[in-house]
């Protein structure tokens, strides 16, 4: 295997102010109770567990910031901080990555 | 330009618990599967779990392999543990794994190293998504050879140094921990360590050909606990396949569980291929009573993995049976069917190598081992199988054998 | 804290996290 690519990168300040997409060695897999992520570089498999997160994820690309992809689904101030979390921990596994 | 439409309302989404929970119930396909591609083999290690060496003649063909893989990765299963046998005897070995990598599923193959050369060495080196895992049962020549057949450790070796000098960058070594083995943990690391790879370390069970030498082999109470142990304490960085969460219960109540998921994923998040299409539950579980389906008569592979009868069986709730009064199931959840199975315990008991000692009771009692049909070993004669014959030539392997009855390797040539 | 605290908070916390991580390798029955 050649050097993933994702490891030599410094994992990136987690700025919910700043464009974020889905790492592209990622692959998402849909099921019932929210995805499967796998990143096919590091190996690292990561569980989504609601379809809210998944939406939010998968749009990260379409929205100038993280904060913008949380209001579009109706997560607002009150509710964001658990999908804050989740994708802080999405951000250091590099499953997301800056765009 | 404002919408007039409310952004929607989200009730707080229901909670979905551990992934643990959802994966006993079964995903509508697997996370990743074990896909023997042949049963031939130049060795004839004692613990064999597929009893291989015999190609069989109604093995897979190139295309139906491919088939294979385009509904893969249709149904996204994001990775293949290619083993056997010994998987690079088959000629078109290569364009498989290129037409997996090619297809979004990435690849592990499971080798003894007999065809890691140098060039080889090469090939993998500059190639993405594939990784090796070479298959070693000793950190030396004596113990390893004793279990895997005169020679095969300076194979394995070999395949090391080739992959290392080549600039492969963390293939796995996989050793399967037996009573012999166990006091030579720090030297796999070492092993491991000097050759820039990751070791991993699996259960033995008494699958296959180890159903033979399982009572003997099998690691004892004592060196149970110093496995754990050993994990606990050395364990970070060492890949285990989840294979010990049987042990769990050494932790004591309410913590010690190893990491890993600590669930069976047999017919759930898991499952095997086998060489002629069969899908069993687990690779340790050839054997028709975990015969799930056949790919070329069930419809394909989707079909068996979402219609099996015994699939659907194992996606229900399993009940506890004779272990549900003890303080440790919540950790390891009755132990491995296969372990149950081929020591002819009950399925509903505990495991044979239950660390509370309830195995060993059952153990000790009447039991009948089975043995199964599935069997491509080399030598019928069950008491010569103890000690490993020596490596076959690879070059007697690659033609196919005319008939099923053809022990000799040789013929037809 | 005793430990059974430790673990059961530890569990709970997984449950409430919208995340969780595994190792590819870390499920039984793949060799």
């Known amino acids: 295997m050649t050097a993933p ?84 921990t999405l951000a250091d596994s590099h499953m997301i990555v800056p765009a | 330009m404002t919408s007039l439409l409310e952004p929607p309302v989200t009730s707080a989404p229901p909670k979905v618990g551990r992934l643990v929970d959802q994966f006993e119930k079964g995903l509508d396909a697997p996370i990743c599967l074990t896909w023997e591609l042949t049963y031939a083999c130049n060795l004839s290690c004692v613990h064999c779990l597929s009893s291989s060496g015999k190609r069989d003649p109604r093995e897979l063909s190139t295309e139906q392999c491919k088939a294979i893989i385009d509904e893969l990765q249709r149904m996204q299963v994001f990775y293949v543990n290619i083993g056997g046998g010994e998987p690079t005897v088959r000629s078109d070995f290569w364009e498989l794994v290129d037409y997996a990598t090619e297809h979004q599923v990435g690849v592990k193959f499971s080798t003894n190293g007999v065809r890691i050369d140098k060039k080889v060495a090469a090939r993998l080196a500059a190639s993405d998504y594939v990784d090796v895992q070479i298959s070693l049962d000793g950190a030396t020549a004596e113990v390893n050879d004793a279990v895997r057949g005169p020679g095969s450790f300076a194979m394995a070796v070999r395949a090391l140094e080739n992959l290392s000098e080549a600039g ?54 004592e060196q149970q606990r110093q496995l754990y142990d050993w994990l606990v304490a050395h364990g970070e960085g060492v890949l285990t396949g989840d294979s010990f969460f049987h042990l769990s219960a050494f932790g004591g109540e309410g913590g010690g569980s190893l990491p890993g998921l600590n669930l069976c994923g047999a017919g759930r998040v898991v499952c095997l291929i086998d060489p002629v299409g069969d899908v069993y539950a687990c690779p340790f579980a050839i054997h028709d009573n975990f015969h799930a389906g056949n790919i070329l008569t069930d419809g394909g592979f989707a079909s068996v993995w979402k219609n099996s009868e015994l699939f ?102 | 804290m005793s430990d059974r605290d430790n673990a059961v908070i530890e569990s709970e916390l997984i449950e409430e996290s919208l995340v969780e991580e595994v190792s590819i390798d870390g499920m039984c029955g793949v060799y």
């Open chain 2, 312 to 413: 659907r069986q194992l996606r229900e709730p399993q009940s506890a049976g004779a272990c549900s009064s003890c303080n440790f199931f919540d950790a390891c959840r009755g132990g491995c069917m296969a372990a149950k199975f081929f020591t002819g315990l009950p399925m509903d008991g505990p495991d044979p190598e239950c660390v509370q000692g309830y195995g060993q009771s059952a153990l000790e009692g009447e039991r009948t081992v089975p043995q199964s049909s599935v069997d491509h070993s080399r030598t019928g004669k069950r008491a010569e199988r103890r000690t490993p014959q020596a490596p076959v030539p690879l070059t007697l392997l690659t033609k196919p054998p005319a008939k099923f009855c053809d022990e000799n390797p040789l013929a037809g040539l």
């Open chain 2, 168 to 221: 492969f960058r963390d293939a796995k070594i996989s050793v399967v921990v037996t009573r012999e083995n166990v006091d030579q943990l720090d030297e796999f690391k070492a092993l491991a360590d000097k050759y820039g790879a990751t070791l991993r370390i699996t259960r033995l069970r008494p699958s296959g050909r180890a159903v033979d030498v399982w009572d003997d082999l099998h690691p004892t109470h």
């Open chain 1, 5 to 88: 690519g994702a490891t030599a990168v410094a994992t990136a300040q987690f700025d919910p102010g700043a464009t974020w997409r889905l790492h592209p060695q990622v692959a998402l897999r849909p099921e019932p109770f929210g995805a499967l992520l796998y990143h096919f570089g590091t190996r690292k498999l990561s569980f989504l567990k609601n379809t809210v997160i998944v939406a939010v994820v998968r749009s990260l690309g379409e929205h100038d910031s993280v904060r913008d992809a949380l209001r579009a689904h109706g997560i607002d101030e009150n509710a964001e901080r658990p999908y804050l979390h989740a994708l802080r």
